[in-house]
């Protein structure tokens, strides 16, 4: 593991790093992964000369339609070599089954990069457990320390495949700090990385889980009757975290979740995200904190109401 100033360095490191591409290998990304790793996997076609291929997560999303999705791609991709994998989508909040896939991946010899920007802290993470090879990680969303921390991971045995970054001299090429040559850091906020994690571990993942799915399935269980809010994130309690996202039905464009956004946070005082890329339209997003209370989701599903009436 090597600090970085969050996951979006850590993974273009490791994406644009990647050496073992050649020009008749493809590389592989889903309409739910994260914009700057899309446009990361997307630059590899000037940089490396290979073919850049992308495909949707199908809607409604369950556990065997992703598995399903990705075993068709791969079987379909043959000389496929590098395959980019969003641990908990920005976008719907959706948990994707990575041991799985990488699985597949591996014995169709394709390296996984894994997106763990949002994953860690929200859910029990062991990346051996996963078993892929890189991967980026955020320590400044669900682990609290300050902003500019993040970090990458790549396996004992692996670092060979990912270029020393910017040709640093600082550190051996063994050595994992030779793949990320930042500059000056803001080392005052690495400083308290001991804290965070200390204040991490003292609620525990389990209790932080169970209070991010309780206020999760709290919002959406009030709004599951109205028939044109569509949730997009499964229920199912291995697809998702604290995250999740709706539809209101034929507001898929970008015009129609801005307004939707804009009247929840003007009326409503309740601050959602309107989430674009996602190939079946436009979504909105809503992320509680373990800190967020059951009366602040009540005054959301009053929203969600309001603006499913209008
Ligand atoms: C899924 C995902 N990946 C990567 C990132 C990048 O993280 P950062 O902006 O902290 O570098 C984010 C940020 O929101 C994200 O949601």
């Not at 495909?55 to 399903?68: K, Q, W």
């Not at 001991?194 to 204040?199: N, S, Y």
Request: aromatic share 6%.
């Amino acid at each position: 593991m090597a600090l970085t100033r969050g996951a979006t360095e850590a993974l273009q490191i490791l994406i644009a790093g990647y050496n073992r591409l050649r020009r008749a290998d493809v590389v592989l990304y889903a309409d739910l992964d994260y914009d700057s790793a899309q446009y990361a996997m997307a630059m590899l076609k000037a940089r490396r000369g290979v073919t850049v291929k992308s495909f949707a997560i199908p809607e409604p999303t369950t556990r065997a339609s992703v598995l399903d999705t990705y075993r068709k791609v791969l079987d379909e991709t043959p000389t496929a070599r590098l395959l980019l994998l969003t641990h908990l989508s920005h976008r719907t909040g959706l948990v994707l089954p990575v041991r799985d896939i990488a699985a597949m991946a591996r014995s169709r010899g394709v390296d996984v990069i894994l997106d763990a920007a949002h994953s860690w802290g929200q859910l029990p993470l062991d990346i051996a457990d996963l078993d892929v090879d890189f991967a980026g990680f955020n320590l400044h969303k669900w682990i609290g320390a300050p902003v500019g921390l993040g970090f990458l991971y790549i396996r004992k045995g692996r670092l060979a495949d990912i270029d020393v970054h910017m040709g640093d001299q600082d550190w051996s090429a063994h050595d994992i700090r030779s793949r990320i040559h930042t500059g000056t850091l803001n080392f005052a906020a690495a400083l308290t990385v001991p804290a965070a994690l200390d204040l991490h571990e003292a609620i525990g993942v389990p209790a932080k889980r169970a209070r991010l799915t309780h206020l999760r399935n709290y919002w959406v269980e009030r709004v599951a009757h109205i028939p044109s809010v569509h949730i997009l994130t499964p229920n199912d309690p291995l697809m998702h975290a604290g995250i999740s996202s709706f539809r209101i039905k034929d507001k898929t464009g970008q015009k129609d979740t801005a307004a939707i956004v804009a009247r929840l946070r003007d009326e409503f005082k309740v601050l959602t995200v309107r989430r674009g890329g996602l190939a079946a339209g436009e979504c909105i997003r809503v992320c509680p904190a373990i800190y967020t209370t059951e009366p602040e989701l009540d005054r959301l599903v009053a929203a969600l109401s309001a603006v499913a009436a209008s």
